[in-house]
């Protein structure tokens, strides 16, 4: 008897049970949904077949109609265009300036990108969901997609490069470049001997602000993979410039590789006879020249940070400039690099006071830092960084010369970090 009643209990108990969870998954679709989805990710990520595999599938193998159903509803290729409404925490009527993040990537920059995201996002941009445009001259990945797309604040949005904007134009010499290239592998030139890094530069310099997804922003902050940002950024940098009035911001400057631009100088040289026009007044000329333009002293801010006005790009003074020194040829007779050719544009064809440098946003990328020079501002904006590793006032930075071009105080602690 004891035993007949203890297995109706138990009976009882697992009907109790089996209604629960009915109730419970009723009253809660979006658990189901989780669940299938989840199970339907898994398959997805462990059906897809390995080269062997795919070689062991006979070409009239057809899947079913209803395995095709599943793959349409399961594997929709991420959008070109993530939106989000998400509000801006400075309030709801807080109005952003026109601008957006840019960074150009390949599909395996991918986890070395994530790491420049992060730092963007936790230290400013969930305080502002600015947009973030990707370019490359491939076709981004799903997973590239998916992955940037779960990880920005704002819109996303990923563009193919024209093939006109990354390649050689019809007057370049391709045996001459080849040869060039040759030679800088040899002299050990760093990336010397990399076509791919020149198509880089050439659209770095010319085209990038041309793009189809950045034609209707105004301002733009450039990102690379694998940066930090050591600081917090507690305002909106973008309402900065526009509010300042400036064109160019960075954080680092430095010294070139002269075996990359040996005539570089030369041909600015010829562009500043012909088109005096485009020379501003109280530019940043004493900051790349010790000699009022004879010679280039290599002084250019370091471009893979930027943070800056497109229309300057867009002008007719950095338009003339670009196409005069592409026709030269010396992004592939050389290795000429976005920076100098940006610097030398911004130096130029800007008034210095359209010019900031972002001294309080801690930055790195490989080699260099720049960690806000006085504890003071490095407490304040809970900075990572260690100020022995700031470059700003060493021996190959062009900086302390910005300052003294600029007539601008130093940071009381700067002797400390040189
Ligand atoms: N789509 C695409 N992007 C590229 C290519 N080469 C470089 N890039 C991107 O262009 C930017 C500059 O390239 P980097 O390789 O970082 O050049 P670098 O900063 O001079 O060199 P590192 O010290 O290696 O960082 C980065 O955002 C890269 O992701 C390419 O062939 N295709
Ligand atoms: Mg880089």
Known sequence: MPRAST?????????????????????????????????????????????????????????????????????????????????VDEGKDYVRANATFVTLARNVDIWSLVKSIRHVEDRFNRKYHYDWVFLNDDDFDDNFKEVTSSLISGNVKFGKIPKEHWGYPDWIDQEKAAEVREQMRQKQVIYGDSVSYRHMCRFESGFFFQHELMKDYKYYWRVEPDIILHCDIDYDVFKFMEQGG?????????????????????????????????????????????????????????SNFEIGNLDFWRSPAYSDFFDFLDYEGGFFYERWGDAPVHSIAAALFLPKDKVHFFDDIGYWHVPFTNCPTNKEDRLRLKCSCNPFDNFIWKGYSCTPRYYDVMKMKRPSEWHEQS
């Open 7 to 87: 297995f109706r209990i138990l009976r009882l108990a697992a009907l109790a049970f089996i209604l629960l969870v009915i109730i419970y998954k009723i009253t809660n679709p979006s658990s189901l949904t989780a669940l299938s989805r989840a199970a339907g990710y898994h398959e997805r990520a462990s059906s897809k077949p390995g080269p062997e595999q795919q070689a062991a599938v006979p070409s009239d193998d057809k899947p079913t109609e209803s395995a095709k159903e599943e793959v349409k509803s399961e594997e929709k290729p991420a959008a070109d265009v993530t939106t989000t409404t998400a509000p």
């Open 246 to 302: 400036y064109d160019y911001g960075f954080t680092l400057s430095l010294y070139e590789y002269i075996e990359t631009i040996p005539t570089l100088w030369k041909s600015v040289k010829k562009f500043i006879q012909e088109h005096p026009e485009h020379i501003a007044e109280d530019n940043l000329m004493n900051w790349i020249s010790d000699d009022n333009g004879i010679t280039y002293n290599k002084c250019h801010f370091w």
